[in-house]
């Protein structure tokens, strides 16, 4: 039992040291999706040029889109026109970073690894986007970012936003991160009881070779921007050189599985290539530096102490903002099927609904992105998307055909009636 009460004990000193910045990040998300126009990322990335992948990038730096809530946006941002480089810039650099991920990187990782995770992330999606339109022409159609068929945008006063805002960031990004952060706070709690302290010295001087082996896990595995913190800063302290931990922070995020297999359906093999490589390169490349070029001691985590024992003022304060978070974090995983039921809106007439089944969406922005493409057929009167059963149903008359074009546009998956 012994061993339970160290990883706990170890888990709650890393999330006490998240909680606050977790705050004040989810809030600034929420600001930024409510009170800045969606049509302005359309206007300046869907363009075929050099320009739409250095705006592809800026735009993707804060926006708070997880690993699989990019997938979707950026189909869109293809089928809207938007060159294959803007695309694979914009993949590449916004599930790498984003306000809250940032905000808690400054919590463990301190100032610089703060400041250098964004600008590495902008550094290698403009290399990636910049190669990949060198040995690509092919743009996207002409079909997306136009306003759902049925249901013009609705003009919201300030205090609208500012609720939609506290929403957005306070229930909808924890319900898509919420299970990830836990889970990466529960990996860094093994790691730090089970490895052995400096198990990564075994590889002597050969940084080269611990970023490759670290690559191998990280590139398939699934983990946003935010969960990936805590089990960097767990390996850093059994020995991981900082470098290293740039390259799971960065690979982690930007690849995985899911977001592999559809840029290879959609965008292409060669482009799928291109993004992996340039990807893998702009990592290993910015560990190299970091490791050989920079300060040891900006890196430094030796300060931080895995222990729940702790004292003061603002020790107390950490507490209180991590009851905060676990509470909005229980209302956002425990209750999210309940409010989804309860967020159906009541249906008028005796017009028959159909429900299909669409395969990969799994965050809220997966919903939006999904709702929109079927609101966009002509024949759709109302559509209702269930995320937790992975189900749109849909009222008005249309095919199968339709849903399936208008979902595999962006990514998903086609899987038929219900």
Request: glycine share 8%; aromatic share 12%.
């Amino acid at each position: 039992m012994e061993f339970i009460k160290e990883i706990i004990g170890t888990v709650f000193s890393i999330f006490n040291a998240m909680s606050f910045y977790l705050l004040l990040g989810f809030l600034f998300a929420g600001i930024l999706h409510a009170f800045v126009p969606q049509h302005l990322f359309a206007k300046y990335l869907s363009k075929n040029n050099w320009a739409s992948v250095l705006y592809a990038t800026l735009f993707g730096i804060p926006l708070p889109l997880c690993s699989c809530g990019v997938i979707p946006t950026a189909m869109a941002l293809y089928r809207g026109g938007a060159s294959k480089g803007a695309v694979i810039s914009f993949l590449i650099a916004t599930p790498q970073t984003g306000v809250d991920s940032i905000m808690a990187t400054y919590s463990l990782l301190g100032l610089p690894f703060a400041i250098i995770r964004p600008v590495t992330a902008v550094f290698t999606s403009l290399f990636a986007g910049l190669v990949t339109n060198a040995f690509t022409t092919e743009a996207g159609t002409s079909a997306a970012f136009q306003p759902a068929g049925n249901q013009p945008p609705k003009a919201s006063g300030f205090v609208q936003k500012l609720v939609s805002a506290l929403h957005y960031g306070y229930v909808e990004m924890m319900e898509d991160i919420g299970k990830m952060l836990l889970f990466g706070l529960l990996v860094a709690g093994l790691i730090a009881y089970f490895v052995p302290d400096n198990f990564f010295t075994i590889f002597g001087s050969n940084t080269l070779l611990t970023m490759l082996l670290v690559l191998v896990v990280a590139v398939p595995m699934y983990v946003c921007a935010t969960g990936s913190i805590p089990i960097a800063i767990a390996l850093m302290m059994k020995g991981l050189s900082p470098g290293t931990a740039l390259v799971l922070l960065m690979a982690g995020p930007a690849a995985n599985i899911a977001s592999m297999m559809v840029i290879g359906h959609v965008l292409g093999r060669k482009t799928f290539i291109l993004y992996l490589t340039t990807l893998v390169i702009g990592a290993v490349t910015s560990g190299l530096f970091i490791d050989y070029f920079l300060p040891a001691y900006w890196f430094d985590v030796s300060k931080f102490t895995l222990s729940a024992h702790a004292s003061g003022h603002f020790y107390y304060f950490k507490v209180v903002c991590s009851g905060l978070l676990l509470i909005l974090l229980a209302n956002a995983l425990l209750f999210k099927k309940y409010r989804e039921k309860t967020a159906v809106p009541e249906r008028v007439g005796n017009e028959e609904e159909v429900c299909f089944r669409i395969g990969g969406m799994r965050c809220n922005h997966c919903k939006e992105n999904a709702t929109k493409a079927i609101e966009n057929i002509p024949s759709v009167k109302e559509v209702t998307v269930r995320l937790s059963e992975g189900v749109a149903c849909v009222k008005g008359d249309v095919s199968d055909e339709e849903i399936k074009s208008a979902v595999e546009a962006i990514g998903f998956e086609f899987k038929g009636r219900l």
